[in-house]
Structure formats: structure tokens, C-alpha cells
């Protein structure tokens, strides 16, 4: 058996230290990590590890596509996919930011409480916090594929109206968008995003580090939530009284996950996807699929 | 013995993968990988290299130098070489764009079917159709360096030209030079490309991708043609009729080579040439030197 | 246990291969290799090594700082510090230009022949030859610290004195500063730089390759030296009459050492240093960690 080479494609200058450390952990050999990735630079990169080993020993080398620019990286994760031609391909891990990860390890956790219930008349309502961010739109696009109707929300209504547009164009998935109201602590006013916070039976929290996006006024109206999660690491809590360290931990009627509580399913998933690459060379392993191995490991647990 | 750890210079931004692949797979334990290396900030690199391990480990870190931009490369080689002092010297392998080894896979593949007869009355005619490229150049080289006649072939008869001075100046070999003709289908006219092609008693065609080099007429006028040998992997092909899967296939009179049946030899060099650097620290491996491991190797089978 | 990984921090374009090899030789399973490095964007470099691995795992990562630019990479290691948060923090190792362990590597030596006598009533005087060099200036702040007289020689009397300054305001020691003079051969006129020399226990010159710092009437001049140390390897010699390979070698009353004298002890203290930062994640090693580290060395030889 050859070595295993892991081709660590970034779009930042300086190629990510976590996706390298979690990659080594999983078993990668060999590292060739390389910063600055743009679709006018990716194809050789593809090509070099798409012509050297022949047969059996092609699944011993994978790619990983990752970097803080999503919107980066997933133009570099298409050029990557048009690069490959004949029966010659490379198991692919497209997880820019964590975005794909932290998503699929945040809609498992959902799914642990029953909360997404498929088909049913009443579809779930789940409300998307800092939507218009990577992890965001993720969350958005695995929520409303699981059958929920999801709200977007962000502090403007015409990004989050952008976020639906697209999850519409490119997933064919449905979802509201709406914008946050600034509010004097106490409680909410009546508006229309109280209403769809009071209405809730999941919502999730992706915005940026520092952001408070659900304070406790907000909290105390969210009364139909099951489940809340927070998938910011840094304090202050992007929901107010969720911590990090929260891993389906009882709030009243509800369940609340902080990041750390999430983040163990995350490297999980994260790992046994780097496994998969390695092991079916057609593979192409994006948010959706993502979801699907911590589905399945979560079935196994 | 301490690991075995390579310098990968490469001249471009981003360092190769294909290079850095087989470099693992021929027992390379670390790998140091440098893009954007220019004779400014080589020579660090190199004296890092030479001043970390004393006495017999010394042997265990070599440099390959690699890169798309070959006069670049050829460039820092001349520089690293310049960067030894005293008895402290690395092992190096130079091999930009893969032309040096593919170069001499090229001849080993032309030799083995007899065609060049050195020292003899009438010397091998031998053609080298893009010749002005990093491979034809080298296959120019490496060809008149055995003895035979070349001419070096260009859309460009300045380019050509340029070419065969530079082998007179730098390799001190003499060679032709010649533009392509243009002609419609059919037969080649009277020109002295066709005479040129008529007489040829080997071909190689070293052009870039996508560039037919000699169509069906021009492989009809090559009448005393006994190797043909095409190193273009990507259709169309450069001469028309040859498959890069062809490996000594018989065409007529003549066996022909496409570039996947030339690569298992280029292949087999490269990983002997990395074996090589190290164990000797004064090797320093060109063409002229890659073509003689290709000889041993081709001996040994 | 999970994979030594060492996270090369390098402020020059191309990380340094010495840095490299070294690490590789002391036991490091994976280098994570950046160049470039500024306090822009190694926050999430340190945090990736951080975020990746939990409990005594932690261990198995660890970061190297260096680089050409000694303040650039003292400003990186600053930022490295102050990235670290709650009880999470990785071993760090600070050696730009290999400026620490020289350093500590010369000290050593210089107390290895009892030169510095600390407390006494009349302390130590050491002369630092191009102190205002990353390696002059940190002989000069240890062999301060370890409680001797310094007096500070540069070509530029101000450059001498800012440097002394620095001392005094980062590290609380005192030092002297003096300009050399220009004289022409055969014997030092009478000056404040030959009385010096003349009074000096110890000398060590730390200029750049290729100057000479103390000539044969200066060396001559030197009646009072006990131990003198040039830590240039290059041709000619900092200190006329010592070669690269002295080591103790006696020169009249004195003992001399070149370069590779004390390359040894340098060598020692930068891999036990990596050793060190793999064990400790509190450790954050610099000059004086260094020296400490040297000097234990130097009790259980």
C-alpha cells in the first residue's frame, strides 16, 4: 500500500494548521499542503496527483478543499471536479472554514431530538441566525433539505434575501429570509421577527465570533423552541445562556448545544469523511454528503 | 540512518504535486517543498540543506529541482550547484516540467529498437518535431549527444534556430534547424520539411497539447521512419495515428510510442535518479545523466 | 500517542530548510511549514494548532518561530503569546536565524572556562564585537544577565547605543556602547576601543560574514582575554588567527572558539529545545530559556 498523500488545497494565503493537524490524525502519511488556490492555479495541482499513481494505489492520494473564502473555495471545488477527465479521479472533501462540518454536525444534533420531522403536515420551523455567513447558508440549505421550513435571518434583509435566492437556484430548496430588529433589552417589540422567533421549533445561531444574535429577551420569547444551538465558540454566547461547552443540556422545554457541544460530532464527521476519500476515488464530499456520514454515525452509535 | 529529506525546489508559485508524489513513492521520508524558488533565494535553501547533518547522513538530504518554467530552473540549478563549497555537497536531480526524464525515456525507447548506430558512416537521421520546446529541446540534446543527425522542427525557423545555436554553444552538438509547413490535407508539397520527413529514420514529436505535428499526409511521406515516438498524453494526438497508450507497436515499417508508452520508462528513471541522489552527494543529475541511468536500467531488464 | 507536528513559523518568504532538518533529526513526525509569517496572520495558524488536539494530546503539538528578520520574528512570537487563551497553549520555540541558540550555544562556552564570575566585585568584561546584530545583540543581553560588564562595538556609535538602550528597557540590564576605529594595521592607536580590548576578559565577535572585527593588532591588543569567540563560519575570520573548527583551542592566555566550535553546543541546545517544547505546553522558549537549557546541558556532560 502507498502512503496516503492528502493534496490540502486552500484558498488563504497561508494553508488552515486545524484542517492539516485533523487530517494527520486521521491517518493522512503524506501532507502536500498549498496555499493561495485559485481556479487559474488548481488544475495542475489535480493533474499531479491524478497521473503519478496508477490503478488500486489512485485511492491513496485525495484532495481537501478548505479556506476562510467559501465562495473561494467552492469556485476552486467546481474547477477541481472539471479537472478530473476519463475514469481518473481523486476522492474530494470540500469543508472551506469547517462550514460543511460544523453544518452537518449541527443538523445531526437537531435530528437527535426528533426535532425534523419529514413529510408531515406542520413542517418544522427553523430559524437560521447569522444565515448569511458560510456556516449559515450551510445550515439553511441541510435544514430545508431535511423537509423544514427555514427563516434566514440576518442584520440585512437584502443578503438574506440573496442567501434564499441561491439556496433556491443551486439547492432547489425553499426558505424565508428576514432581518434582525435592534431592540433596548427587556423584551422583544412585536415585529416580524418576534414572531417568527416565538414560532420556532429549532433555531440555530451561526453568526460571527463577538455577536450576540439572540439576547435574553429573545430567549424567553423563543417558547415553542426544542432545540437551540450556538455554534459560536468565542464569548460572548451568540445565544444568551447557551455555552460553549453545552451538549444537549435541558433549558426549560428545550435542548441547548453550545460549538465544543457540536464540535465533537463535527471532528467526528469530519474524520471518517478524510477515511472516505481514501477509499472511493469518486467520491465528491460536500455539505449534503457530509450530512449523510453523520447520519450514519449517528445510526451506529 | 536518519530520514530521508528532499529540497523540492520548484519555479512556480506552487509547487508540484506529480513531483512531490513520486518523490514519496520512490522512499522519500520528508519532503521540504518550495515554490516561487529563484536564483535570489535559493541559496538558503540549499545551505540549510548542507549545514544540519555531518559525515555519512549528509547523504540523506538531497534537492530536486522542478517547475513548468524550465530556464528558470535551469537557472537556480546552475545556482544551487554554485551554492557547494568545499567537500558539503547534496545530491541533486534537476527536472523541470518532467522534461529531462521524459527526454531520456524518449531515447531509451528510440535506442532500444537499434536506431541509433553510433560512430557509423551515415548517422541516424533523426527529427524532433517541437523542438523548441523543454522536452524536444532535451530529446535534440540527448539525440545528437549519441550521434545522430538532428533536425530541430518549429513553427518558428527563428526559434529553431535559436535552439540548435544554443546545443552548439552549451552541449556543443550540431544540429539543423526548419519551419513547419503549412499544407492542406492530402499530400505534403514538395518542401524541405517533406524531404526532411522522407528521410527521417526517427521521429519524436515533442509539441504541446493539442498540436497536431504530423497529420496523416506528413506520417504517409515518413517512408524510412523506424521509430516514431509522440510524448503528447492529451488528444489530439501529434502524430496523427499514434495512441498514447502505443508502446513499441508496430506501424508498417515502423514501431511507434505514445507518451503512456513512453511513461513507464520516464517513470522508473525518475524513482532510480531519486535513489540516486541519494547515495552519491556529488551527483548531480541533467539529461545526459538521466539518459545513462535510462541505459542501465534499460541493460538490467 | 498521536504525531509529533510542528507548526514552522518563518517570517522569510521561504521557511527556513536548517529549521526543517533540524526538527525532523530531534524526532518531529510532521512540519506544518509557513513562510511569510507576520502578526497579521498567525492568529489562526496558532489557533488551528490549538483548537485541534484535547488533553495530554496537546503535547504532540508544538511551534518553531523564525526567520532572517529577528524583530519581525519577535513581534510574530509577541502575537503567538497573546493568541494562546484559557489553559490551552503550545510549546513554543523562538530561534530566528538560529540568533537564541547561538547565543546560548556561546555563553556556554564563554562560562565553561569561568570567565563570568557573578556577584563579585569586579565583574566580568566582555567586549561584543557587532553586537548590534541579532546574535550580538542576545550575547550580549545573556552575558549581561549572567551579571558581567558589556560593552556593546559597532561600526555606528548610535546603532551601538540604541542597542544598549533596548537592553536596558526590555531586559533591565545595563551595557556600554562603543564605535570601532579605522586604523591601518601594525597596532591600535591610542583609543577608547583599544583600551577596552585591552581591558577585556572575554570577546566575542557576531558581525556578518565576510568582516573582520578584530584584526592581528587588535587580537594582539587583547592582553587580557581569557576566552574569545568567533561565530562567523565564513572566510575570512571575525577574530584574525581563529578558525571555524577551534574549540578551547589555547592561544597564548586565552582559549579560542570558531564557529563550528560552538555549533555543537548550539546544536544540543536546539534540538533538546524541541524536545522541551514537546513536552511542556507552557514552555515558550527564547535566549534566556535557552541558555537555562544549555546549561543543564553543560552540568550532565
Keep these: 500500500m ?5 493534496i490540502q488545497l486552500d484558498c488563504d494565503p497561508q494553508p488552515s494548521t486545524f484542517d492539516a493537524i485533523v487530517a494527520v490524525d486521521a491517518g493522512v ?3 502536500l499542503r498549498h496555499g493561495g488556490v485559485t481556479v487559474e492555479n488548481v488544475v495542475p495541482l489535480v493533474h499531479g496527483g491524478m497521473f503519478t499513481r496508477g490503478g488500486g494505489d489512485l485511492a491513496s492520494t485525495a ?3 478548505g479556506g476562510a473564502d467559501v465562495a473561494a473555495a467552492e469556485r476552486v471545488a467546481a474547477k477541481v471536479r472539471s479537472a478530473f477527465f476519463g475514469p481518473v479521479r481523486l476522492g474530494v472533501l470540500v469543508d472551506p472554514s469547517g462550514a460543511n462540518t460544523t453544518a452537518a454536525a449541527a443538523v445531526v444534533a437537531v435530528g437527535r431530538h426528533g426535532a425534523i420531522a419529514k413529510g408531515v403536515a406542520t413542517p418544522t420551523r427553523a430559524v437560521v441566525l447569522g ?3 458560510p456556516v449559515g447558508q450551510r445550515v439553511a440549505r441541510l435544514l430545508a433539505g431535511q423537509g423544514a421550513h427555514v427563516t ?4 440585512s434583509r437584502d443578503r438574506a434575501e440573496a442567501v434564499t435566492r441561491r439556496l433556491q437556484e443551486t439547492a ?3 426558505a424565508s429570509a428576514l432581518e434582525t430588529v435592534e431592540h433596548q433589552g427587556g423584551c422583544l417589540a412585536d415585529s416580524a421577527f418576534a414572531r417568527v422567533i416565538a414560532a420556532a421549533d429549532v433555531i440555530v445561531a451561526a453568526g460571527s465570533a463577538g455577536t450576540v444574535l439572540l439576547d435574553a429577551a429573545g430567549r424567553r420569547a423563543a417558547v415553542n423552541a426544542r432545540v437551540l444551538i450556538d455554534l459560536n465558540a468565542v ?3 451568540g445565544i444568551e445562556g447557551v455555552s460553549a461547552g453545552d451538549k444537549a443540556r435541558s433549558d ?3 435542548v441547548v448545544y453550545g460549538a465544543l457541544g457540536v464540535g465533537g460530532t463535527k471532528m467526528k464527521i469530519h474524520k471518517a469523511a478524510l477515511g472516505r476519500i481514501f477509499t472511493k476515488t469518486d467520491a465528491f464530499l460536500d455539505a449534503e454528503e457530509l450530512l449523510a456520514i453523520g447520519a450514519e454515525l449517528e445510526a451506529s452509535r
Tied chains: 1, 2, 3.
Excluded: C, H, M, N
Design 2 to 6: 502507498p502512503k496516503k498523500v492528502l
Design 235 to 237: 464569548p460572548p454566547s
Design 29 to 31: 502519511d503524506v501532507l
Design 131 to 133: 444565515g448569511t455567513g
Design 172 to 174: 432547489g430548496v425553499a
Design 252 to 254: 426549560g422545554a428545550a
Design 152 to 155: 434566514v435571518v440576518s442584520r
Design 63 to 65: 484532495i481537501f478543499i
